[in-house]
């Protein structure tokens, strides 16, 4: 059965510098998605894409967060300056229609800033 | 601002017994509306979708109902299992069909 990947599972780094989490997303699909959880937390919308433009962020998606769909099957999550606070999981989730828009949840990046 | 509340927030069962899970949301005008299972450190799963104009769905021993006009949703579990213990996440897809916001859950453990 087709599912959205993610790497890496678990990823460290230190304040201030940037990351870098992936997506595979399920083939067919042709909107894509970025949420996070933070311990505790509940998931949170970050952004949507859709046709290589976002189609609706979250005010917790500022100048420090941006995506990309570098080539046909991989869709990046980018955190230019990283904070303590963004140290959460981020998941990726992809759609396939207008029709029904179920969207399918990636196993999530944990994202640990130091 | 859609506001998405689960209710309880934590339930302990002994197996066998039926149980019902609670969603609340406050704005009405919704796409649709999935339940998702999260283990722990894990990755969401979807359960069931409920599109805006559907009042229920069905999946083996789980029933979704959904009143759009009370901004309700029930999930319902049949002859509950120990495998069944985990979170349940109840999450509105809004009206333009870009995103989707999640409840807290509520945690299942069903024993032995």
């Known amino acids: 059965e087709p599912e959205v990947t993610q790497t890496p599972s678990h990823q460290v780094t230190q304040m201030g510098q940037e990351v870098i989490l992936r997506c595979v997303p399920i083939s067919n699909h042709l909107y894509f998605y970025w949420y996070r959880q933070i311990l505790g937390q509940k998931v949170e919308f970050l952004v949507s894409f859709y046709n290589n433009e976002i189609s609706e962020k979250s005010e917790i998606f500022d100048d420090q967060f941006s995506v990309e769909r570098p080539d046909g099957s991989n869709f990046t999550l980018k955190i230019r300056s990283t904070k303590l606070e963004d140290s959460a999981m981020y998941f990726c989730?992809?759609?396939?229609?207008?029709?029904?828009?179920?969207?399918?949840f990636g196993p999530g990046t944990r994202l640990t800033v130091t | 601002k859609q506001e998405v509340t689960q209710i309880p927030a934590a339930l302990s069962v002994p197996e066998g017994e039926n149980l019902v899970l609670n969603c609340s949301f406050t704005?009405?005008?919704?796409?649709?509306l999935q339940w998702f299972r999260q283990d722990p450190g894990k990755g969401l799963t979807s359960l069931l979708l409920?599109?805006?104009?559907?009042r229920e769905q069905t999946s083996g021993r789980l029933n979704a109902s959904l009143d759009k006009s009370s901004g309700r949703s029930t999930l319902y579990i049949a002859a509950s299992q120990p495998g069944d213990s985990a979170t349940y996440l109840c999450a509105v897809l809004n009206q333009a069909g870009t995103a989707l916001i999640f409840g807290k859950g509520t945690t299942l453990s069903v024993s032995s």
């Open positions: 704005d009405s005008a919704i796409y649709n």
């Open positions: 409920i599109q805006s104009s559907q």
């Open positions: 989730a992809s759609s396939d229609s207008r029709g029904r828009y179920e969207q399918y």
